[in-house]
Each structure stands twice: as structure tokens, then as C-alpha cells.
């Protein structure tokens, strides 16, 4: 079975701090997603990696930037978090293939105070 | 923005009762997933659909793709409490990695 971890369940920054958030996949995935998910408006994507060192914008990057060094692991970065980034965050995985199914991690609830 | 729109955004039904979510894009899809999320959980994977006019049972959930492919629905026979929960379509557009959420539909069942 797809393991999907993401390294917090909560999380508390200060506006203005630098902060990491991790994600490991354990299926040898090429694919990886990170998501921010609101009421009212769903999952929007933020930035997805089809391979590593490979990355692309979504639909909502502003504030954000990743990085993946090696292929389990995809890391989002808020260089310098406010509280409008105030969120859940999802990270999820899924084969090289189009249209494969995503695997999500059990997400971060980041609180920006 | 926003590309495809999800409807409607809140369902209370009566245990029994039928359900049904729609997912709607302007633009033609290349494939559509449908995800259920439950309280608390995060999205998990349900099924997905390639072809036009495409239909798919699971149980007592029917899925459909449009003939134009341009929306879909997603249908619950004589729901259950264990239906509870936040149901998602998927969409990529561009036979593209980047996989787009609609904004989802809460099912609630009233026991």
C-alpha cells in the first residue's frame, strides 16, 4: 500500500517565519503534488514535480516554492509565511503515468499567527 | 482560477434517500477521478473516467462521463451514514500532469 507522510499534523509559525514542510513517498512515485485546501474552494494546486529537480507552478504558487532533491521527497517552502496562508496543506503522489491516481499524506494544518 | 465547477456544495439527505454531484468545465477534459473525502481524512482515490458517454458501478455509486466531456456526475443509490463525507472531481484538461480539484459537495445522511 502508497505511504504517503507528511513530517506535521499541526503546525504554529510567526508571520514572517521561514517554514518547511516535508512529504516522503515510499512508492517509488515520480509524480508529486502539494495542494492547499480552504472551505468553500476545494484543493488548489500550488506546485506539483514530475521528476526530480523538476517542478511546476499551479494554480496558486505566489508565496510558496518547493523543492526535490531526490524522489521521495518533496518539500513546499513559505519563505516568509503570513496569515493568509493559513491552511491545510496536502501532499500527495502518484505514478509517471497521465492520469494515474493521487495518494495523499494525511496533510498539515499549518495556523499563521 | 477555477476551471471546473462542482454542484451542488451541500447535500443533507435522509438515510435511503438518492445523491447525486455534478462536475461541469467549459473546456473539454481529458480524463476525470472522482475522490471522497471523509471527516477529517484526506482525499482518497474512488475511480476515474477516459471515454466519452463512459458509465461505472461501484455497488451503489454510478459514475458518468458526458458525451462531450465536459462533465460528469457522480451517483449514490439509497444512501448510508458510511457515505458521509466531502466527494471531489479531479480534472486534467491538456493531457497534463496537473490534476485540478472542483471545490467538492458535502454529503450529509441523516440516520
Known amino acids: 500500500d502508497v505511504k504517503v507522510t507528511q513530517s506535521s499534523r499541526y503546525l504554529v509559525k510567526r508571520t514572517g517565519e521561514k517554514v518547511f514542510l516535508e512529504c516522503v513517498q515510499d512508492m517509488d512515485h515520480e509524480n508529486m503534488f502539494w495542494y492547499r485546501q480552504d472551505p468553500g474552494l476545494g484543493l488548489r494546486l500550488i506546485y506539483f514535480s514530475y521528476d526530480v529537480k523538476m517542478k511546476e507552478k499551479g494554480d496558486i504558487p505566489e508565496g510558496y516554492s518547493v523543492s526535490r532533491e531526490k524522489k521521495e521527497r518533496f518539500s513546499l517552502i513559505l519563505e516568509s509565511a503570513s496569515t493568509n496562508q493559513t491552511s491545510m496543506y496536502l501532499c500527495?503522489?502518484?505514478?509517471?503515468?497521465?492520469?494515474?491516481?493521487?495518494?495523499f499524506g494525511n496533510g498539515t494544518r499549518l495556523t499563521v499567527t | 482560477g477555477q476551471q471546473v465547477m462542482q454542484i451542488p456544495q451541500y447535500q443533507h439527505v435522509q438515510e435511503g434517500e438518492d445523491f447525486t454531484t455534478y462536475c461541469n468545465s467549459s473546456t473539454t477534459l481529458s480524463n476525470i477521478q472522482w475522490y471522497k473525502q471523509r471527516p477529517g481524512g484526506h482525499p482518497v482515490f474512488l475511480i476515474q473516467?477516459?471515454?466519452?458517454?463512459e458509465v461505472k458501478k461501484q455497488k451503489r455509486l454510478t459514475f458518468q462521463f458526458g458525451e462531450a466531456k465536459k462533465n460528469s456526475s457522480l451517483h449514490i443509490t439509497a444512501t448510508q451514514t458510511t457515505d458521509v463525507g466531502t466527494y471531489f472531481c479531479?480534472?486534467?484538461?491538456?493531457?497534463?500532469?496537473?490534476?485540478?480539484f472542483g471545490s467538492g459537495t458535502r454529503l450529509l445522511v441523516r440516520p
Open positions: 473516467l477516459v471515454k466519452s458517454g
Open positions: 479531479a480534472v486534467s484538461m491538456d493531457s497534463s500532469y496537473k490534476l485540478i
Open positions: 500527495a503522489s502518484s505514478l509517471g503515468d497521465l492520469g494515474s491516481p493521487l495518494h
